[in-house]
């Protein structure tokens, strides 16, 4: 199973032989509130891997993990026939069939999904996402990838070993208070107890998001040059790592 960074964002990529499964695509230009882009948007700086290498029809399963415009972006939906496999949640099963999708799968914590040589299994969001959001395992050929959008509560302990865990490592926080992205000092100790092989950072560069919600936000982000682990993987745009 081949892992890859699809943008510099948090738009990831499974691949296999028989399956391709593309999580939260953001392929359009702009990034928005639909209808609000006075309140948050985000632009592109750069191609999204399916595009650049014209790959969009190999992609046999989608996963929205959740209903927010920096996951399920529309724009990027159109790109994807209206009968592909959408694993996601109820908030976001609502937009979905308003968008004229028909193959859509509410998911919930437990449920297991055989995807030809992987395994789906979805996992409980991290407070406070834990009823909007949803976390999952990707199981193949005896290896996990562990993927969490959002935050990863402190006594998190894994199901499974994690060959890699896909986290946010930049530490946001709406109003000073609600934490919703994590810092990598955070992040550290949850790798420590879990004996987590690799780390791969996801939802980068939060200062990049624009608009008058970003005026609310806390955000401290790591700095590359300081913080360096030779357990990344994936730190990049288009990087990609073979489990």
């Known amino acids: 199973m081949q892992l890859i960074k699809c943008n510099n964002y948090q738009s990831w990529a ?8 593309l999580v939260d695509p953001w392929l359009s230009e702009l990034q928005e509130i639909p209808g609000a882009r006075w309140l948050l948007y985000r632009e592109k700086t750069s191609d999204h891997y399916f595009l650049r290498y014209n ?3 190999k992609v046999t399963h989608l996963v929205v993990t959740a209903h927010f415009s920096d996951h399920l972006d529309p724009e990027s939906l159109k790109y994807f026939d209206k009968g592909i496999k959408i694993f996601t949640t109820k908030h976001a099963s609502y937009a979905l ?6 193959n859509i799968i509410v998911v919930k914590a437990g449920d297991k999904f055989d995807i030809n040589n992987m395994t789906l299994e979805i996992e409980e969001a ?17 290896k996990t990838v562990f ?14 070993p994690i060959e890699v865990l896909i986290s946010t490592t930049d530490l946001v926080k709406v109003f000073g208070m609600v934490m919703v992205s994590m810092s990598y000092n955070k992040l550290r100790k949850i790798i420590d107890n879990n004996h987590v092989e690799y780390i791969a950072p996801t939802g980068s560069k939060p200062s990049h998001s624009k608009g008058l919600l970003s005026r609310v936000l806390y955000i401290k982000e790591e700095n590359q040059n300081v913080i360096f682990d030779d357990n ?3 730190s990049n745009s288009y990087d990609s790592f073979v489990i």
């Open 97 to 102: 069939s308003k968008l004229g999708f028909t």
């Open 55 to 57: 790959l969009i029809d």
């Open 232 to 234: 990344r993987v994936c």
């Open 126 to 142: 991290g407070k406070p996402y834990n009823t909007t959001s949803f976390a999952y395992y990707l199981h193949s050929n005896g």
């Open 147 to 160: 993927h969490e959008p959002h935050t990863i509560n402190k006594n998190f302990v894994s199901k499974h």
């Open 14 to 21: 499974y691949k296999s032989d028989e399956a391709c499964i």
